[in-house]
């Protein structure tokens, strides 16, 4: 269901002409993102293009020095967004000493999860986590680190979800788990990665970016048309890419 300011705004994520500026660089120029609610996108661009900076910007983690953002209609530093969002961050990391129970108990306490224990059941099931439950986070694996970060960013089912290359650090298994679980959502995504098969099998649509600048928007099946008919679409993007340098 959509909550009023949604049913007016039918854009869950919208961040209108931002810059960021670190130092002398320009880490993004001008952006405007609009993405209407349920839709699901991949944001590409080659390393150093601006996507974690644009994903830490859509959920307050930082400021833009201009522009506006809203997540749900809301603006993206209150609580009515903050409660609207799950947020994968590049190389998250749990709490190392806490167990994975402990720290799926507790992301899950603090966004008041009904029927805790039954989401942690299936989390861990479906991410094949069971061995690891009494294990510190300190101990376990990078990719069961991953899984467990997956696992903290969604408990909540949040309406709108950001992820930062969720699949890094996974073994195939586990990309495919992470792939379906996040396939059974009924939410809006954003989720930056290097890895075409996400953006296949999980997205509608595409936001290429290159140089902190959107460069190509469109239905993920558009992307195929700009190439010959046997050309793989990473040699489509790529070439995308490399006109922009
Ligand atoms: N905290 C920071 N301080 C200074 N520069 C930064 C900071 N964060 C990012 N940058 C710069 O901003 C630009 C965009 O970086 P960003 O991490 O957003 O790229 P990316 O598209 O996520 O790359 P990758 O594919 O390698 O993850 C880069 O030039 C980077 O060096
Ligand atoms: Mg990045």
Redesign the pocket.
């Known amino acids: 269901m959509l909550t009023a300011p949604e049913i007016l705004d039918h854009s869950c994520v919208r961040a209108m002409n931002i810059t ?1 500026t ?2 002398q ?1 320009r ?2 120029n001008g952006l405007t993102v609009d993405i209407s609610c349920g839709n699901r996108v991949a944001l590409l ?12 910007l859509l959920v307050g983690l930082m400021k833009p020095d201009f522009g506006d953002i809203t997540l749900g209609g809301y603006p993206v530093d209150s609580m009515e967004a903050k409660k609207l969002l799950g947020y994968l961050p ?1 190389d998250a990391t749990p709490y190392i000493s806490l167990t994975v129970k402990e720290n799926l108990q507790y992301v899950g306490a603090i966004r008041g999860v009904q029927d805790l224990e039954s989401r942690i059941d299936y989390l861990v099931s479906e991410l094949g986590l069971q061995d690891f439950l009494s294990t510190k986070i300190l101990k376990v694996s990078r990719g069961t680190r991953q899984k467990v970060s997956v696992a903290m960013s969604i408990i909540h089912q949040p309406r709108i979800v950001l992820m ?2 969720p699949l890094n650090y996974l073994d195939i298994p586990s990309q495919e788990n992470v792939i379906q679980i996040l396939s059974r959502m009924n939410s809006t995504f954003l989720i ?1 990665t ?1 890895i075409m098969s996400i953006a296949e099998r999980l997205t509608d649509d595409v936001i290429i ?1 290159a140089r ?1 600048q959107e460069i190509w928007k469109g239905k993920r099946n558009e992307l195929r048309n700009l190439g010959q008919s046997d050309e793989p679409v990473e040699a489509i993007i790529s070439r995308m890419m490399k006109n922009v340098r």
């Not at 293009?49 to 994903?55: I, M, N, P, Q």
């Open positions: 960021k670190f130092g660089t880490a993004i661009g080659p390393n150093g293009a601006g996507k974690s900076t644009v994903l830490k590049e930062d290359e930056s290097h970016m902190g």
